[in-house]
Structure formats: structure tokens, C-alpha cells
């Protein structure tokens, strides 16, 4: 079993920053990949950012250049870094974590981001 727990979410103008936090905890040895997710109200989940065990990342095109993901091994934390904020950035944020053991994805509770114009 994994444990994920978010942090950092909160109102912002728009233009503004936050930075999001995700600990794991628990069987974190098989984890290799880590994404954070986002749900806007009557929208489907979508993929915001990945960074895999070899540091390597992706974005979506909506965030590209404007947020970051990092990892912290030592801290067992990945972190999302997102400026210039936009009202459309509005939306639940969810870490996920996938362990080769069992081959399951795992998911934190979320944190509310929102942005304001």
C-alpha cells in the first residue's frame, strides 16, 4: 500500500503562483513514475505533468513553460511549481503514483486550486 497526501493548494490571482506538494508514504519502493492530475467541475480528469524515476518529465500543452514538476527522493515528495496562474488552471489536483508491485496506480485525496481574474 502507498500513501499519498497533497498540499499547497489555495485562491490565487490570477498571474500568481503556488506550489503543490505530494508525500508518500508506506510500500514507496516499487514506485517509478508520478504525474499530477486535475478535475475541473464538469470535466474529465486530466494529465498535467509526469516525472519518472530518471527525472525525466512531460507537460500537457496547456501548462507547458508556465508550471514544473520535481522530485525529492530524499523526502519521498514530488512537487508541482505552477506561475502565471490562470483561471482556467482552476481545479482539484491529484497526485497518482504507480508501483510496479501489483502494478497499481495509486491516488491522493486532492487539493483545491483556484484562480482568480
Known amino acids: 500500500q502507498v500513501q499519498l497526501v497533497e498540499s499547497g493548494g489555495g485562491l490565487v490571482q490570477a498571474g500568481g503562483s503556488l506550489r503543490l506538494s505530494c508525500a508518500a508514504s508506506?510500500?514507496?519502493?516499487?514506485?517509478?513514475?508520478m504525474c499530477w492530475y486535475r478535475q475541473a467541475p464538469g470535466k474529465q480528469r486530466e494529465l498535467v505533468a509526469t516525472i519518472r524515476t530518471g527525472y525525466s518529465t512531460n507537460y500537457a500543452d496547456s501548462v507547458k513553460g508556465r508550471f514544473a514538476i520535481s522530485r525529492d527522493n530524499a523526502k519521498n515528495t514530488i512537487y508541482l511549481q505552477m506561475n502565471s496562474l490562470k483561471p482556467e488552471d482552476t481545479a482539484v489536483y491529484y497526485c497518482s503514483a504507480y508501483s510496479v508491485v501489483g502494478a497499481y496506480n495509486y491516488w491522493g485525496q486532492g487539493t483545491q486550486v483556484t484562480v482568480s481574474s
Open positions: 508506506g510500500s514507496i519502493s516499487g514506485i517509478n513514475d
